[in-house]
């Protein structure tokens, strides 16, 4: 028998040692940090960390994009990616609208229907007949999502390296709801996938509730009229 | 000394720099290595200009191998041009940089994620624009930075978009399965989302 068929692991190692002589010179190389030269633009790494971190500091971003990646998942096929080449083009839109200041009524409201429904058609396993619905609904989301990004980006960043990390964000939570999705191919991943978005949909319930609450202050409605009103600096349905 | 000990002591040491790393310093302060060495580092560290090559390499390899040869000949060309005719400006304080990064993106993104069967000639045209606006851009930064004569700069910038449009046209060409072409579709789609973004940032005024 071969000697180095009992040692694999360490065969492995020296072998890759011998073959990629360079590669600690090039980790060291890699992690002295040497002196860069760059454009004069302020707080490249403030914008990206910023970007990157803003979609993961709401639960109701996070439900809802791992909710998209979920019923990609669900639908296949094309859609599997249909739907995240769609929701950050349609979230840019929204999120444009709002850095330029166009108003978006029932902003709130919006982004936790987006929870409760896309939670409901993952919880229902929906697959509709055309791939133009599935899109027609996370694009209009993705727009709310957007809107109320582009109405937070924070001033003294820097935009190119914000947005970057804004997306990426973005496009990494509909890959980890892709990924998760994959369990769909096991009869016990199809019931887990579904229970997840029942947990979806109840976080779409809360946030709703959340989002009819009159503002701190503001004297509690007398009665549900279904017309929308600006109390503060954001809309509420009342 | 064994060899397993060799990598060890190489480990260590590299664990002991990972956690003292030097400050860095990125406010055009030159490499050490010459003008072509800062014209490559430059652009390495300028995503406003990296991101819309690779985007354009990417839109090109999707359209085929004339399509990616093309673009491979012309953004270099066209840089080096618009380069050429930055330094040669004088009195610009302010060019529209930003804007003009933040449109490439938009641009150039929205057309790799909607996969548009644009002719090789097009794809050229594009080339040529891109190169000769971000060229010129880089010329006056140059310019204004006092960064010597600064066509030598530019030189470094055209060889690395050589590079990158080779390895990023290739790449996109023998992208033939369909997760492959989608994958790409996506990137596109990440970084028109991104010039979209910017765009609204420069529109609103944030600096």
Redo the contacts between chains.
């Keep these: 028998m071969n000697a180095n068929m009992t040692t694999p692991m ?1 065969t492995d ?2 072998t890759s ?1 011998r073959r990629f002589p360079w590669l ?1 010179i090039a ?2 190389l890699l ?10 633009i302020k707080g ?1 790494a403030g914008g990206f960390a910023s970007g990157f971190h803003h979609p993961w500091s709401g639960l109701d971003h996070i439900t809802a994009m791992v909710a998209v990646g979920l019923w990609g998942a669900q639908l296949g096929g ?1 859609a599997m ?1 249909l739907l ?3 929701f ?2 349609v ?3 929204g ?7 166009v108003p978006l009524p029932g902003q709130e409201v919006g982004i936790a229907l987006s929870a409760l429904l896309l939670g409901l058609m993952v919880l229902g396993a929906v697959k509709p007949k055309h791939l133009i619905w599935p899109a027609i609904l996370v694009g209009t989301f993705g727009f709310y999502h957007g809107h109320a990004h ?1 109405t937070e ?1 924070p ?3 820097s ?6 990390g ?3 964000a ?2 990494t939570l509909h890959l980890c709801g892709i990924t998760i999705g994959l369990l769909n191919r096991w009869p016990a991943g199809k019931a887990a996938i579904r229970s997840a978005g029942a947990v979806i949909m109840g976080c779409g319930v809360y946030f709703l509730w959340v989002a009819l609450q009159p503002e701190p202050g503001e004297p509690a409605p007398a009665k549900a009229t279904g017309a929308l009103v600006t109390p503060g600096d954001g809309w509420h349905h009342v | 000394m064994s ?2 000990t060799t ?1 060890r002591a ?2 260590s ?2 664990l002991a ?2 956690l003292c ?11 050490g290595l010459g003008p072509v060495y ?1 014209g490559i ?2 652009f390495f ?4 200009d990296e ?1 819309p090559a690779l985007a354009l390499a990417l839109l090109a390899g999707l359209r085929g191998t004339a399509a990616g040869r093309r673009a491979l000949a012309v953004l270099p060309v066209a840089w080096l041009a618009g380069g050429w005719a930055g330094l040669a400006t004088r009195g610009w304080s302010a060019p529209p940089e ?1 804007m003009v ?2 449109l490439s993106l938009l641009l150039l993104g ?1 057309l790799v ?1 909607s996969d548009i069967a644009l002719p090789a000639a097009v794809v050229a045209g594009l080339a040529g624009l891109l190169g000769l606006a971000h060229g010129f851009l880089d010329g006056v ?1 140059f310019l204004q ?1 006092g960064m010597g004569k600064g066509m030598l700069e530019i030189t470094g910038i055209a060889v690395t978009l050589f590079v990158l449009v080779a390895l990023g046209a290739a790449a996109a060409v023998v992208a033939k399965p369909m ?1 492959a072409r ?2 790409v ?2 990137l596109g ?2 970084i ?13 005024g ?2």
């Design positions: 360490k190692l020296f040692w600690p980790a060291i992690i002295l940090a040497p002196k860069a030269q760059a454009h004069i490249e094309r990616w995240p080449v769609v950050p083009i979230m840019a839109c999120g444009f609208l709002g850095l330029i200041g582009g980006l001033p003294g960043q935009g190119l390296f914000y947005s970057i804004f997306v990426i973005t496009g | 060899e397993r990598v190489i480990l040491a590299i720099l990972w790393p030097a400050r860095a310093e990125a406010h055009l302060v030159t490499t800062d580092d430059h560290l300028s995503p406003a991101i930003e990064g933040a929205v994620a930064g930075a997760w989608t994958a579709r996506v789609s990440w028109a989302a991104s010039g979209l973004l910017w765009t609204g940032w420069v529109l609103h944030f600096k």
